[in-house]
């Protein structure tokens, strides 16, 4: 019997690579995709023919039930929101609609339509925010500092209620910081690899980033997609910390980053107040002891060092791309 599975967020870089490894599965994806004039679907060109679109959105109730009809899925994976950080204080009603209120929307309509789907919320280690212990782990109180990190607190413990109130297989994992290629180019890590093709290059001179001194456990998001759906084979639904158990420093990314083409850091990276929080999360460090035990991960799959290589490199050939595109459009005109 073939497996189908609905993703929300599935252009991002969490539900491209969860799309690709549940095809590689065998199931039959489905993918809600909100109506926009111009869809972004860079991440998942590869795989867009093999992918069934339903139109809907997180807000609206009555087409998330839509959703659920046509998809009948055997998982639900609820990974849309405003999810980033900075924005989440320009736009604090839009991320609180989104992504605490949006989790409602689509857990009642998972109630209604299909209450024996096993159904994934994407919680983040933003929910402890000024961390109360290090490291973090499933137990410990959150303490969120940004409005994108409280609206993940609300789905959070709406999955917890819905699991607890109507019995239905509902969990959630909380994250640490994950990255890739297919990484928004707005998410400092990304901001800092695409700046170190572009350097290395000669199309920038300098890049200017906020606390240098920040420190994240950072893994390597096709990595963490695995647990995602490890997650929903086992026997009782639960919440897991998903990280590495190290941490870095954005220097230390900066370092790695730069030093992989030959580059000191010092001599490009400026510190500008502009890009510090308003209110600064300085440290996260998760335990995955409870995903290692239960659910057989290996978070070391992909090493920190290996994940900031990877993603100069792929930058390095899409910059290159790029700027070839532009000179050949120049040489025609």
């Known amino acids: 019997m073939i497996k189908s599975a609905l993703i929300t967020g599935i252009t991002g870089q969490d539900g491209s690579y969860l799309a690709d490894l549940l095809l590689e599965k065998g199931y039959k994806v489905y993918a809600l995709r909100r109506r926009?004039?111009?869809?972004?679907?860079?991440?998942?060109?590869?795989?867009?023919?093999?992918i069934e679109f339903i139109e809907g959105?997180?807000?609206?109730?009555?087409?998330?039930?839509?959703?659920?009809?046509?998809?009948?899925?055997?998982?639900?994976?609820?990974?849309?929101?405003?999810?980033?950080?900075?924005t989440s204080w320009d736009q604090p009603i839009l991320t609180g609609q989104v992504t605490a209120l949006g989790v409602a929307n689509m857990l009642e309509a998972v109630r209604i339509v299909k209450p024996d789907a096993r159904f994934y919320q994407a919680s983040s280690s933003e929910m402890f925010g000024k961390v109360v212990e290090t490291p973090q782990v499933e137990t410990t109180p959150f303490y969120p500092?940004?409005?994108?990190?409280?609206?993940?607190?609300?789905?959070?413990?709406?999955?917890?209620?819905?699991?607890?109130?109507?019995?239905?297989?509902?969990?959630?994992?909380?994250?640490f910081n994950h990255?890739?290629?297919?990484?928004?180019?707005?998410?400092?890590?990304?901001?800092?690899?695409?700046?170190?093709?572009?350097?290395?290059?000669?199309?920038?001179?300098?890049?200017?980033?906020?606390?240098?001194?920040?420190?994240?456990?950072?893994?390597?998001?096709?990595?963490?997609?695995?647990?995602?759906w490890l997650m929903l084979q086992q026997e009782k639904p639960d919440d897991y910390v998903i990280a590495t158990g190290e941490m870095h420093s954005v220097r230390e990314f900066c370092e790695i980053a730069f030093g992989?083409?030959?580059?000191?850091?010092?001599?490009?990276?400026?510190?500008?107040?502009?890009?510090?929080r308003a209110a600064e999360v300085d440290l996260l460090l998760g335990d995955p002891a409870k995903a290692i035990s239960t659910l057989g991960w290996n978070p070391q799959k992909t090493t920190f060092k290996e994940l900031v290589q990877l993603m100069v490199d792929e930058d390095m050939k899409k910059v290159k791309q790029q700027s070839n595109n532009i000179m050949s459009v120049g040489s025609r005109a």
Not at 261 to 269: A, E, I, P, Q, S
Request: proline fraction near 3%.
């Open 36 to 50: 926009t004039s111009v869809p972004i679907m860079e991440n998942i060109q590869h795989i867009e023919n093999e």
């Open 145 to 175: 500092r940004s409005p994108y990190g409280v609206a993940k607190v609300y789905g959070h413990w709406m999955t917890v209620n819905y699991r607890e109130s109507f019995n239905m297989f509902a969990c959630s994992g909380i994250l």
């Open 179 to 228: 990255e890739s290629p297919r990484r928004g180019i707005e998410f400092v890590t990304r901001k800092i690899t695409n700046a170190v093709a572009r350097i290395k290059l000669g199309l920038q001179n300098e890049l200017r980033l906020g606390n240098l001194d920040a420190l994240r456990d950072w893994g390597f998001a096709k990595d963490y997609v695995e647990c995602m």
């Open 57 to 86: 959105d997180l807000l609206d109730l009555s087409s998330l039930i839509n959703a659920l009809k046509i998809s009948n899925p055997d998982e639900v994976y609820n990974l849309a929101a405003q999810s980033f950080v900075g």
């Open 260 to 276: 992989h083409v030959g580059l000191d850091y010092k001599n490009y990276v400026v510190t500008d107040p502009k890009f510090f």
